[in-house]
């Protein structure tokens, strides 16, 4: 809540009124009305005697304990990403900075805020990125102070994978090198107890949640495995990684989309023109089922945050394989020009 908001909430849970209030402070009823509608604030000496009057502390006036659920950060942090969409990244990015202001001591969502803009700067053509750089490494930097060691521990993460896109490896080791383990997995020992007291659907959620994470992992290693054969030019070993990762990615539900993207880094590092344009195709195709995991049966008891605008995360897809320059060795065939004309779509 703002200032005007915990005063106004305050002042009605000690069943005062705004005259009451300004007689103890010394000031008009007409001022405490437009400290509680935000049109003015009180006078820093004012605060300590109005938190003594409402019953509180300083630190509750100024929301410097304001916390927030998990549900709400993460809606938060999706609309800065809506408005990325909508009004530009400039806009996202001031979004960004105003909630962080709002919420100074709230270390997760400062995290999440940072993360979210500098995926989106990445994907995104920006003009002076490091304006904007700089603020996000600042954020990523305040984290570090943080008492909670995992928050402290996912900023390192962050920092060290902003280093290595930068080139700057010496400083990504040095954060890598600080992470420090989180300790003993208790989910399932936690699974266990919950299957012992028959709490069945507690205790497969928490074993499909693990199914799922480790099926992305698994996806997700095989692709970095292929890529890496890739660089070295070992084609028919990449090959071998390609095609499991597809047979994985088909077994586990994660949809075309993930299953054929090995294949298809494969088929555009060989510069194989028939086999980029079949690849391509089960890309563009994926696009539109990206998101079918969510109501597979493996992961029935997942509870998967319900996207309220998914055409964006398509939309996002569809422009990171129109706009990939590895592809202009493809895009003159006429069969990939139809598929080019699809994505415009």
Same mark, same amino acid.
């Given at each position: 809540m703002?200032?005007?908001?915990?005063?106004?909430?305050?002042?009605?849970?000690e069943?005062?009124?705004q005259e009451?209030v300004?007689?103890?402070?010394?000031v008009t009823?007409?001022a405490v009305?437009k400290w509680e509608?935000?049109?003015?604030?009180p006078?820093?000496t004012?605060?300590a005697?109005l938190?003594r009057i409402l019953?509180?502390?300083v630190?509750?006036l100024?929301?410097?304990h304001?916390? @927030?659920?998990?549900?709400?950060?993460?809606?938060?942090?999706k609309g800065i990403?809506?408005?990325?969409?909508?009004?530009?990244?400039?806009?996202g990015f001031e979004?960004?900075e #105003?909630?962080?202001k709002?919420?100074p001591n709230?270390d997760?969502?400062?995290?999440?805020i940072?993360?979210?803009?500098r995926v989106?700067?990445?994907v995104?053509?920006?003009?002076n990125?490091?304006?904007?750089?700089n603020?996000?490494?600042?954020?990523?930097e305040v984290a570090?102070?943080s008492?909670?060691?995992?928050?402290i521990?996912?900023?390192?993460?962050?920092?060290?994978?902003?280093?290595?896109?930068?080139g700057?490896?010496?400083k990504?080791?040095?954060?890598?090198?600080?992470?420090q383990p989180?300790?003993?997995?208790?989910?399932?020992?936690?699974?266990? @107890?919950?299957?012992k007291q028959?709490?069945?659907d507690d205790?497969?959620?928490?074993?499909?949640?693990?199914?799922?994470?480790?099926?992305q992992?698994?996806s997700?290693?095989?692709q970095?495995?292929?890529?890496?054969l890739?660089?070295?030019?070992?084609?028919?070993?990449?090959?071998?990684?390609?095609d499991?990762s597809r047979?994985?990615a088909?077994a586990l539900?994660?949809?075309?989309y993930?299953?054929?993207?090995s294949?298809?880094l494969?088929?555009?590092?060989?510069k194989?023109?028939?086999?980029g344009?079949?690849m391509l195709?089960h890309?563009?195709n994926g696009?539109?089922t990206?998101?079918?995991?969510?109501a597979?049966k493996?992961y029935?008891?997942?509870?998967?945050y319900k996207?309220?605008n998914?055409?964006?995360?398509k939309?996002?897809?569809?422009?990171s394989?129109k706009n990939n320059a590895?592809?202009?060795?493809?895009k003159n065939?006429p069969a #990939?020009?139809k598929l080019?004309?699809?994505?415009e779509k």
């Amino acid at each position: 809540m703002k200032i005007n908001e915990i005063i106004r909430k305050y002042r009605k849970d000690e069943n005062l009124t705004q005259e009451q209030v300004a007689n103890y402070l010394g000031v008009t009823a007409p001022a405490v009305n437009k400290w509680e509608n935000g049109i003015s604030y009180p006078d820093i000496t004012l605060l300590a005697p109005l938190a003594r009057i409402l019953k509180t502390d300083v630190d509750t006036l100024l929301s410097f304990h304001e916390e @927030l659920s998990d549900a709400e950060c993460r809606q938060l942090v999706k609309g800065i990403s809506d408005s990325i969409q909508k009004d530009g990244f400039t806009a996202g990015f001031e979004k960004g900075e #105003a909630l962080i202001k709002e919420y100074p001591n709230y270390d997760m969502l400062r995290l999440n805020i940072a993360d979210i803009l500098r995926v989106h700067l990445i994907v995104k053509e920006i003009e002076n990125p490091e304006i904007y750089e700089n603020k996000i490494v600042g954020w990523y930097e305040v984290a570090l102070t943080s008492k909670d060691e995992k928050i402290i521990n996912l900023a390192k993460s962050s920092l060290t994978g902003y280093y290595m896109t930068k080139g700057i490896y010496e400083k990504a080791q040095q954060y890598l090198d600080e992470i420090q383990p989180l300790g003993f997995d208790k989910r399932f020992t936690q699974a266990i @107890l919950y299957e012992k007291q028959a709490r069945y659907d507690d205790a497969y959620e928490i074993y499909e949640n693990i199914l799922y994470k480790g099926a992305q992992e698994l996806s997700n290693v095989l692709q970095m495995i292929c890529h890496l054969l890739c660089t070295e030019k070992k084609y028919t070993e990449a090959e071998k990684y390609a095609d499991l990762s597809r047979i994985i990615a088909a077994a586990l539900d994660l949809g075309d989309y993930t299953a054929y993207t090995s294949n298809f880094l494969l088929a555009v590092e060989k510069k194989d023109i028939p086999q980029g344009i079949e690849m391509l195709e089960h890309m563009i195709n994926g696009i539109d089922t990206y998101e079918e995991y969510k109501a597979s049966k493996l992961y029935s008891h997942v509870r998967f945050y319900k996207s309220t605008n998914p055409d964006a995360s398509k939309k996002v897809l569809r422009n990171s394989l129109k706009n990939n320059a590895e592809l202009d060795f493809i895009k003159n065939e006429p069969a #990939a020009k139809k598929l080019f004309q699809r994505l415009e779509k």
